[in-house]
């Protein structure tokens, strides 16, 4: 089993940065697909960005390429996202969210087919991220 708890939500001006933070429990293997995904009230979750474990290669969502940077840490057991040039847009509700057995294919969240919600079987709570104008 696996449980997952995001931290570090908060406000910000237009243009700030924010750090989230996702402390994960229980075995978080190799072929695990780590991702952020946004939601915001009325809309479907958004797939942001991802990292596959094994590798530590890393993809995002179009809207956020170049401004968001997803890590993780040595022991594999907290992973961040790295929040710059933030744009009101971006605000929302973000999760951290936990895909086993997965490919590094099906780990693209900025390809033709990123993984959808529904394929990670692990979240955390969500952290709010306000960004005003």
């Known amino acids: 089993q696996v449980q997952l708890a995001e931290s570090g939500g908060g406000s910000a001006q237009a243009g700030g940065s924010l750090r989230l933070s996702c402390a994960a429990s229980?075995?978080?293997?190799?072929?695990?697909?780590m991702a952020w995904f946004r939601q915001v009230l009325g809309e479907e979750r958004e797939g942001v960005a991802a990292i596959y474990v094994y590798s530590g290669s890393t993809s995002y969502t179009d809207s956020v390429s170049g401004r968001f940077t997803i890590s993780q840490d040595d022991a594999k057991k907290t992973m961040y996202l790295q929040m710059s040039s933030l744009k009101p847009e971006d605000t929302g509700t973000y999760y951290c969210?936990?895909?086993?057995?997965?490919?590094?294919?099906?780990?693209?969240?900025?390809?033709?087919?990123?993984?959808?919600?529904?394929?990670?079987?692990?979240w955390g709570q969500g952290t709010q991220v306000t960004v005003s104008s």
């Open positions: 969210a936990a895909k086993p057995h997965s490919s590094r294919a099906g780990c693209q969240m900025g390809s033709r087919n990123p993984p959808s919600a529904a394929a990670f079987a692990y």
């Open positions: 229980g075995n978080i293997g190799n072929t695990f697909c």
